[in-house]
């Protein structure tokens, strides 16, 4: 390891050992089929027929094994150096977008939205160089009403977050948690904080169930006005409204600091044209961020999966950049996580197996395949580059933009992006994510 590496390669320990228990398993097949290999029964009446049976299951058996240690024989886990990212980085961090997709606002409560997408505004990572796309398939006046709401709150609980450096930032989670309820250090603000949140989920909730949003609150955006009551979830021209513009001086939240772009889209959608699910909401969400914020890293967010952890993009920075090994990494993936599971994990939902020993083991092969949400890509590898030893990405990409005059312009920039014919005859109609 050298002194520049931002991440290390570890091994698992206890390798010897499971190589020995992997052995006496080998040890157990084999004898097995030398045993059916030296008492093959002569007659049909002698039980052939079920020695056929058995042989073949024997021998699938001892394939699928053998593959299955291909993700246990050798697993590697990665730890991040983030105190050498800051120091050698800080000032000069790449932009990042982040794009959230959500698709129906009953299957997908707005509110949980709300959480995920807060949980994401509020990363420990400058707020001018983050920006934050909601994707809503569903067109829904009731979606970016909640997204409105979402950008009010951030105001309040993005320096919140951070002067306490609470964990987990979305507050839905936080607010259930034991965490917020027994630190006493902030216990005041914490519980004003819970109110000014419940209220908000409140009027969300009941303005998602009387299923419109009433003229009186449509007054306080202009994206309101984009609704026209002949729009359907299947049929509607392309909408894109910047909520919070990062660029602009006057974006700040509730103690002066600058917040983080937040912008909605809903692409045009048509039943005419297939609309090819989050793969073609991904293709829109590429297209409209590379006119607004342009980052070279961009994460991938499904709705109902919020950041845990603050210091997700820091981590997976760690890998982009470093200066040896960064050039080969395309893409940095977290596992998926459940809450609410049983104390003994009955159903197995935690994942472990997967998460903690086949994922690991695959990386030791050079990488387990993309596995959806959670995912941080160079823009770069989605948009088709060919990789070369020699590639120097530019990291600056995206900070040139200044701030419009008119920010309806820009918007309807991004909205020609995101047409439903866009993709027509290219590549990209063809691929899915
Ligand atoms: O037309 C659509 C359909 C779905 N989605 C979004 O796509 C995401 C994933 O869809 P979901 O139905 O929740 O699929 P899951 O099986 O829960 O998701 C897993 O499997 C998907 C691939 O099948 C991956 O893309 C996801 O990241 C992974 O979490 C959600 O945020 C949806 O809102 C859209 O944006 N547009
Ligand atoms: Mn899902």
Redesign the pocket.
Known sequence: MGDTSLFATEHARGRAAYRLYACTILAGICLILYYRATHIPATWREGRGEWIGLSLAELWHAFYWVITQSARWKLVYRRTFKDKLSQRFEGRLPNVDIF?????PYA?PPNLVVSTVLSLMAYNYPPEKLSVYL?D?GGSILTFYAMWEASQFAKHWIPFCKRYKLEPRAPAAYFSSSDSSSDMSHHEECLSMKILYEEMTSRVDAIVKSGKVPEELKANHKGFSQWQSEMTSKKHPPIVQILIDGKDPNALDNVGNALPTFVYMAREKNPEYH?N??A??MNSLLRVSSVISNGPIIL?V????YSNNSDSIRDALCFFLDEEKGCDIAFVQYP?NYNNMTKNDTYGNSLSVMNEVDLCGFDSWGGPPY????CFHRRESLCGMKHTKDYKEDWNRGSERNPPDDIRKLEEKAESLATCTYELNTLCHRIA?
């Open positions: 959230v997709c959500t698709a129906d997908e994707s398939d609309h699910f989050k073609g909401a991938n499904d709705c109902d999966m998926q596995i959806g949400t959670g994510l």
